[in-house]
Structures are given as structure tokens and as C-alpha cells.
């Protein structure tokens, strides 16, 4: 990575904070290569307490100090941010936004055809590094561009490659995902309560639950299927309770509440 690179961000929320935090970790550029801009003030002191970073005066200067300008911006404040910096770019630079429903067609309606624009979708998790995050990319952008943003969204967890037209579907997985899992969670918590455990230990069980079953996926060589028919006997308390999840209709209540998260991306995107 060359070492004139600067990465500036727009916006310094709970996302763009973890991504600061996993760059410089992970040494993939220094303090002195991050600029950030954010119109709160408070927000703006608050990274530069943590991270010693270039703080700037405006999304313009910003702009003009770095080559890659990553957008952490609420969707709805997307085309004011992108209207004060049109002015500043060009073809050197390369845009990455994280901000959800926003096309890749609508940034370059902004910008121009010619500057390459590359569209994310992190979720959560990378707020302690183990998020996960799709990338799309406009047609003119190079592979070196892609390897580029795979690299910064792989200080905060891991990276997969997507078709556009399927970050609706990702968002739906697992830019929502993780909610789906808390109140999953919250749920079991509670039961574990009703059967007598006190909240500190249900928590606890449940968590290192979730987080060792999440563990064991990742790193065995089974399928899903196969770890959960590992750990299933044959009229054991595992079969119960699955059993359970067929009978009330577990898969058809998964199926209609990603579909309706779909759905909902698809309407914000519209918009």
C-alpha cells in the first residue's frame, strides 16, 4: 500500500469508528493516513481522543487531502455530502459508502460515469472486528480498487464479492442478521429464567452458547446440517426440541422475516 495513500472518512459514527480502529490495528495505514470529517463536533473530538487521527474543517478539504473517501453517512444525507464534495473529485480518487440503499447509479449521477464508486454493506459485528461485509462495485473500477476496499473491510471481520443487484438480499441476511440473533438470544435468556436460572447465568450460558456454535461453523470441515445431526441423538433433548421448531414452523417464520427485510431494503432503495 502505497505510503502517500490517505483514506479519508465522511462521518464518524459507530461504523466508521470501527473501521478507523481495525486499519490502525491492523497496521494497514497509520494515524497519519486517516482524515476524518463530521459535521457533530463531539463525534469528530471523540475520534481524534481515541485515535490521534487528521481531523479536518469540512467534507471538501477532507476531499481534497485523500485519495480514497469513504462515505459513513446516514442514507438520507448521502446526495447534500455528495453536492459539496462533486466539485472536489476525479478520476485519482476512489469512493467506497457504506450507507444502505444508495446506488452505485446514483453516486455517478452525481459524480461522473468515470470515477470509480465501490458500494458496501458491513454489518455490526465489525464494531469488535468480526462483522462481515459485502462489496459491488461500478464497472470501471479495477481489480487493485477491489482488493483495496477488501482490504479495509477485512480489518474488520471478513469480505465477500457480490453482483449489486444482490445487496438487497444481502441486507436482508446479514446486515439484519445479527438483530435476528439477539432477539433470538433474548428469547432463550428468558426461558432459562422461567426454568429457575438467575439472568446472569442464563446470559451467560446463551451467549457462549451462540458463540462457540458460531465458533464450531466456522472452523469445521461439516455442513450445518451435518454439525447439527452431530449433536442430535436419537430421542435425546436436542431432537425435543427441534422437533418443537418443525412443529411451529421455524423455517416458514425465518423465510417471512428475511423476505420482509428484503422487501423493505428494496422499498428504502426506491426511495
Not at 461485509?133 to 473500477?141: D, G, H, M, Q, W
Amino acid at each position: 500500500m502505497s505510503e502517500n495513500q490517505c483514506i479519508g472518512f465522511i462521518g464518524s459514527g459507530n461504523m466508521g469508528t470501527a473501521l478507523m480502529k481495525g486499519l490502525i490495528q491492523s497496521s494497514l495505514f497509520s494515524e497519519d493516513q486517516l482524515f476524518a470529517y463530521d459535521k457533530d463536533e463531539k463525534a469528530l473530538k471523540r475520534v481524534f481522543d481515541l485515535f490521534g487521527l487528521n481531523c479536518c474543517k469540512s467534507n471538501s478539504e477532507l476531499t481534497r487531502k485523500c485519495s480514497i473517501i469513504l462515505f459513513c453517512v446516514k442514507p438520507q444525507n448521502m446526495r447534500d455530502v455528495l453536492q459539496e464534495v462533486k466539485d472536489e473529485i476525479n478520476e485519482n480518487h476512489l469512493l467506497i459508502s457504506i450507507a444502505a440503499g444508495i446506488t452505485i447509479e446514483m453516486i455517478c449521477s452525481m459524480v461522473g460515469e468515470r470515477i470509480p464508486v465501490i458500494r458496501v454493506m458491513p454489518n455490526t459485528p465489525a464494531l469488535i472486528q468480526k462483522g462481515i461485509s459485502a462489496l459491488s462495485s461500478a464497472k470501471n473500477v479495477s481489480l487493485e480498487h477491489m482488493r483495496l476496499a477488501a482490504k479495509i473491510f477485512g480489518a474488520v471481520g471478513d469480505t465477500v464479492e457480490v453482483e449489486e443487484s444482490m445487496m438487497d438480499a444481502v441486507t436482508a441476511l446479514s446486515g439484519s442478521g445479527p438483530g435476528y440473533v439477539f432477539r433470538i438470544m433474548e428469547s432463550m435468556v428468558e426461558e432459562g429464567i422461567g426454568l429457575g436460572l438467575n439472568r446472569d447465568t442464563s446470559e451467560r450460558l446463551v451467549i457462549q452458547t451462540f458463540l462457540g456454535a458460531a465458533s464450531l461453523a466456522k472452523d469445521s470441515d461439516f455442513t450445518l446440517a451435518g454439525l447439527r445431526k452431530m449433536v442430535t441423538s436419537r430421542g435425546g433433548t436436542t431432537a425435543a426440541g427441534l422437533d418443537m421448531f418443525d412443529q411451529m414452523g421455524l423455517d416458514v417464520m425465518i423465510h417471512k422475516a428475511i423476505e420482509a427485510a428484503y422487501r423493505r431494503s428494496v422499498k428504502l432503495g426506491e426511495k
